[in-house]
């Protein structure tokens, strides 16, 4: 697809109301948050319609997520007529993360200063210099589904962080970033 033909794609899934009902969320004390959210509603992927190896230039599938609602939904539309065919939600919020979340995600890791704390004792346990700036990192994320439950990212987005330094060497730290509560937590910690 064209960078041209995304672009048609996404606008007009972003355009299409969202049909799912506002979800209350509340905080880990029971506060409610309020419905707004600074990543907003995110097209995490456009693709073209494929059914039994038969493509369908026009008819495209956009899959995004709501922060607002908490919801993620694919839209169909046709590029030829510039229309929304129709709209499905998605049970799942565990679809892949793109690249503003894996931004936001990093930047909710950087401005935690017990979890930079933690990431640089690693280093220094290695016998390595610790880091100076987050940016000397590789960072690659993905989407984190837990096996629990009861895991708060279980429904809610969250992404999974590997940090490599200059020598590629894995951090044996690995953040879980929580993107619609903005907080952090650790894999296997």
Same mark, same amino acid.
């Given at each position: 697809?064209?960078?041209?033909?995304?672009? &048609?794609?996404?606008? $007009?899934?972003?355009? $299409?109301?969202?049909?799912?009902?506002?979800?209350? /969320?509340?905080?880990?004390?029971?506060?409610?948050?309020? &419905?707004?959210?600074?990543?907003?509603?995110?097209t995490l992927s456009v693709e073209p319609d494929v059914i039994k190896n038969n493509h369908h230039h026009s008819r495209v599938r956009v899959y995004q997520?709501? @922060?607002? %609602?908490?919801?993620?939904?694919?839209?169909?539309?046709?590029?030829?007529?510039?229309?929304?065919?129709?709209?499905?939600?998605?049970?799942?919020?565990?679809?892949? *993360?793109?690249?503003?979340?894996?931004?936001?995600?990093?930047? %909710?890791?950087?401005?935690?200063?017990?979890?930079?704390? *933690?990431? /640089?004792?690693?280093?220094? /346990?290695?016998?390595?210099?610790?880091?100076?700036?987050?940016?000397?990192?590789? %960072?690659?994320?993905?989407? @984190?589904?837990? *096996?629990?439950?009861?895991?708060? #990212?279980?429904?809610? /987005? #969250?992404? $999974?962080?590997? $940090?490599?330094? &200059?020598?590629?060497? %894995?951090?044996?730290?690995?953040?879980?970033?929580? *993107?619609?509560?903005?907080?952090v937590s650790w894999l296997n910690r």
């Amino acid at each position: 697809m064209s960078t041209a033909q995304v672009i &048609q794609a996404s606008n $007009l899934a972003n355009a $299409l109301p969202w049909s799912a009902p506002a979800k209350p /969320r509340t905080g880990t004390h029971g506060t409610a948050f309020t &419905q707004t959210h600074e990543l907003g509603q995110q097209t995490l992927s456009v693709e073209p319609d494929v059914i039994k190896n038969n493509h369908h230039h026009s008819r495209v599938r956009v899959y995004q997520f709501n @922060y607002h %609602v908490s919801a993620a939904r694919v839209v169909m539309v046709s590029l030829s007529d510039n229309t929304v065919l129709n709209e499905q939600p998605i049970r799942s919020v565990h679809l892949p *993360l793109n690249g503003i979340e894996n931004d936001a995600a990093l930047a %909710v890791l950087t401005a935690n200063a017990d979890a930079v704390s *933690l990431l /640089r004792a690693d280093q220094t /346990r290695r016998g390595r210099a610790p880091f100076q700036h987050m940016n000397e990192l590789s %960072v690659k994320a993905s989407i @984190y589904k837990p *096996l629990k439950t009861s895991h708060p #990212c279980a429904n809610e /987005r #969250c992404a $999974l962080l590997s $940090l490599f330094d &200059q020598t590629n060497t %894995v951090f044996s730290a690995e953040p879980i970033v929580n *993107l619609q509560r903005s907080s952090v937590s650790w894999l296997n910690r």
